[in-house]
T-cell receptor
Framework: GQQLNQSPQSMFIQEGEDVSMNCTSS?????WLWYKQDPGEGPVLLIA?????ELTSNGRLTAQFGITRKDSFLNISASIPSDVGIYFCAGQLGETSGSRLTFGEGTQLTVNP | NAGVTQTPKFQVLKTGQSMTLQCAQDMNHNSMYWYRQDPGMGLRLIYY???????DKGEVPNGYNVSRLNKREFSLRLESAAPSQTSVYFCASSVSGKETQYFGPGTRLLVL
């Protein structure tokens, strides 16, 4: 089946630093999504990307849909303590109802004040 | 709107016991999903329901059954729990044709 490789697995940074994480796949996806999971909670959608080459921002977050449709990255600028959590990428093939998401393994982000 | 709700939040079972995890959404979504999350493995799809009355297997369906009771509710049943089913279970839902999935808070299951 499809697999997503997400890196890095974990990051320890100082408050104010920028963060970058990425996902690569052996398969093409039509949609890339980035989720954040706080401890004890379910994942929450941060950014959705629907077109190859698309660059989308949401506040301090910026994500891009790779031109090859096999990769995506997420940047967080000027990190703050509440950015702590696990970040997941997810790829989706189709647009029909019930189309499955394939998730990366997650990047655990720790921000030191 | 409560979004996606799940019950129970926590459960401890003995090997061989059965239980049903409940999920409900109040967003009028057509599609619903069950995932399990294990350390270092991200989320893996167990079963999904594209619309009321239909269910399909995901990546890891063995040992589970599901029921799409109506448009709002999608339950996951473990007939004979095994320690390998110790995990955090998430339910999600999405609107047909617009596949942003919204997740519930999760059920933490420990099988002894």
């Amino acid at each position: 089946g499809q697999q997503l490789n997400q890196s890095p697995q974990s990051m320890f940074i100082q408050e104010g630093e920028d963060v970058s994480m990425n996902c690569t796949s052996s398969s093409i996806f039509n949609t890339w999504l980035w989720y954040k999971q706080d401890p004890g909670e379910g994942p929450v959608l941060l950014i959705a990307l629907y077109k190859a080459g698309e660059l989308t921002s949401n506040g301090r977050l910026t994500a891009q849909f790779g031109i090859t449709r096999k990769d995506s990255f997420l940047n967080i600028s000027a990190s703050i303590p509440s950015d702590v959590g696990i970040y997941f990428c997810a790829g989706q093939l189709g647009e029909t109802s019930g189309s499955r998401l394939t998730f990366g393994e997650g990047t655990q982000l720790t921000v030191n004040p | 709107n409560a979004g996606v709700t799940q019950t129970p939040k926590f459960q401890v079972l003995k090997t061989g016991q059965s239980m049903t995890l409940q999920c409900a959404q109040d967003m009028n979504h057509n599609s619903m999903y069950w995932y399990r999350q294990d350390p270092g493995m991200g989320l893996r799809l167990i079963y999904y329901s594209a619309s009321e009355g239909t269910t399909d297997k995901g990546e890891v369906p063995n040992g589970y059954n599901v029921s799409r009771l109506n448009k709002r509710e999608f339950s996951l049943r473990l007939e004979s729990a095994a320690p390998s089913q110790t995990s955090v279970y998430f339910c999600a839902s999405s609107v047909s044709g617009k596949e942003t999935q919204y997740f519930g808070p999760g059920t933490r299951l420990l099988v002894l």
